[in-house]
């Protein structure tokens, strides 16, 4: 699993490149994004960037998105943004809208845009994770944060972050229940569905979960097979499908609030992705061919389309299918 978390960070960084090479900037600026808080039900709140639906209508990148919930005891974070700038707004939020102690703080992976807020939190509150991201920090934090500085940009806050272990871990497949007074909130590992360490948030009372980047975003965004696993990865976003009921809200992890039906876009592209590939890999063809074959015209409009689709997702398709 590390070696597959490494890998996708070199990925990405071939990646972002490709994406922000015209522009030579970031796909977003931490330094310029402007949160907003939604409230979806009684203390429970969606957080995301304030231009995140026009960008989201033109297939264009977003910021990072989050959320908070609200209990008697406290307040749990969802995701801690990438520099003191974000996560201070998030504290800010928190305040405004509760103003009671953040007695958890949650991230639904290791990106550096989930998490690295984590070392601004109060010295109360507890950090839980994914056991394969404590081991990504505590192994490649250095090479994370210069990936990050590479592709975010300098002077983004990123040179001043420091490591920060988290208080609770949570292992493959793992389940755990938080009680917040009146707010019973769940954090669940569906299994690979990025990267590896993917943690969903649910908080049944108001039936909200927060997906984290397995879900980037609503239709056109498409998934991105970072660390590979296709089969795996379309299994655990089947398996969220199946767990959400209709009427849920859905937070994903670079966008506003959506339907589960939404998800249904994702998965219906990655059983393309998936029969396409298999038949190429059948009739025999090379990477290079099936990549040159597998176009999925009907998946179009996502800004990023050009090097998710052909860059990461095809190949690592081929490769999860080839080894079957």
């Given at each position: 699993?590390?070696?597959?978390?490494?890998?996708a960070?070199?990925?990405?960084?071939?990646?972002?490149?490709?994406?922000?090479?015209?522009?030579?900037?970031?796909?977003?600026?931490?330094?310029?994004v402007?949160?907003?808080?939604?409230?979806?039900?009684?203390?429970?709140?969606?957080?995301?960037?304030?231009?995140?639906?026009?960008?989201?209508?033109?297939?264009?990148?977003?910021?990072?998105?989050?959320?908070?919930?609200?209990?008697?005891?406290?307040?749990?974070?969802?995701?801690?943004?990438?520099?003191?700038?974000?996560?201070?707004?998030?504290?800010?939020?928190?305040?405004?809208?509760?103003?009671?102690?953040?007695?958890?703080?949650?991230?639904?992976?290791?990106?550096?845009?989930?998490?690295?807020?984590?070392?601004?939190?109060?010295?109360?509150?507890k950090?839980?994770?994914?056991?394969?991201?404590?081991?990504?920090?505590?192994?490649?934090?250095?090479?994370?944060?210069?990936?990050?500085?590479?592709?975010?940009?300098?002077?983004?806050?990123?040179?001043?972050?420091?490591?920060?272990?988290?208080?609770?871990?949570?292992?493959?497949?793992?389940?755990?229940?938080?009680?917040?007074?009146?707010?019973?909130?769940?954090?669940?590992?569906?299994?690979?569905?990025?990267?590896?360490?993917?943690?969903?948030?649910?908080?049944?009372?108001?039936?909200?979960?927060w997906?984290?980047?397995?879900?980037?975003?609503?239709?056109?965004?498409?998934?991105?097979?970072?660390?590979?696993h296709?089969?795996?990865?379309?299994?655990?976003?089947?398996?969220?499908?199946a767990?959400?009921?209709?009427?849920?809200?859905?937070?994903?992890?670079?966008?506003?609030?959506?339907?589960?039906?939404?998800?249904?876009?994702?998965?219906?592209?990655?059983?393309?992705?998936?029969?396409?590939?298999q038949?190429?890999?059948?009739?025999?063809?090379?990477?290079?061919?099936?990549?040159?074959?597998?176009?999925?015209?009907?998946?179009?409009?996502?800004?990023?389309?050009?090097?998710?689709?052909?860059?990461?997702?095809?190949?690592?398709?081929?490769?999860?299918?080839?080894?079957?």
């Amino acid at each position: 699993m590390k070696r597959n978390i490494i890998t996708a960070a070199l990925l990405a960084t071939t990646a972002f490149g490709a994406a922000t090479a015209t522009a030579n900037e970031p796909v977003w600026d931490a330094n310029k994004v402007q949160l907003i808080s939604e409230k979806l039900d009684d203390g429970v709140y969606a957080y995301y960037p304030s231009d995140a639906k026009e960008l989201e209508s033109k297939g264009l990148p977003v910021a990072t998105s989050g959320g908070f919930i609200v209990g008697d005891k406290g307040v749990l974070i969802i995701d801690t943004m990438l520099n003191k700038r974000l996560n201070m707004q998030v504290q800010g939020m928190v305040k405004a809208e509760a103003n009671k102690p953040i007695i958890y703080a949650v991230n639904t992976s290791s990106h550096g845009d989930h998490s690295y807020g984590n070392m601004y939190l109060p010295k109360e509150t507890k950090i839980i994770q994914h056991q394969e991201t404590q081991d990504y920090i505590d192994e490649h934090f250095e090479h994370d944060t210069q990936f990050m500085m590479q592709n975010f940009g300098k002077n983004r806050g990123i040179e001043e972050v420091l490591p920060t272990d988290a208080d609770i871990l949570v292992g493959d497949g793992g389940k755990i229940t938080l009680d917040l007074g009146g707010k019973m909130v769940e954090i669940m590992d569906f299994g690979f569905a990025q990267t590896g360490g993917d943690l969903f948030i649910w908080e049944p009372e108001s039936k909200t979960m927060w997906t984290g980047n397995p879900i980037v975003a609503v239709k056109p965004s498409l998934p991105w097979l970072l660390g590979g696993h296709l089969l795996e990865t379309l299994e655990s976003l089947q398996e969220v499908r199946a767990f959400l009921p209709d009427d849920a809200t859905v937070i994903p992890g670079h966008g506003s609030p959506m339907t589960p039906d939404d998800i249904q876009w994702h998965i219906d592209y990655l059983e393309a992705v998936k029969t396409q590939v298999q038949t190429a890999i059948d009739d025999g063809l090379t990477l290079q061919e099936t990549v040159a074959k597998v176009q999925l015209p009907e998946f179009t409009g996502y800004a990023l389309r050009d090097w998710v689709h052909p860059g990461l997702n095809v190949p690592a398709a081929y490769k999860d299918l080839s080894a079957k």
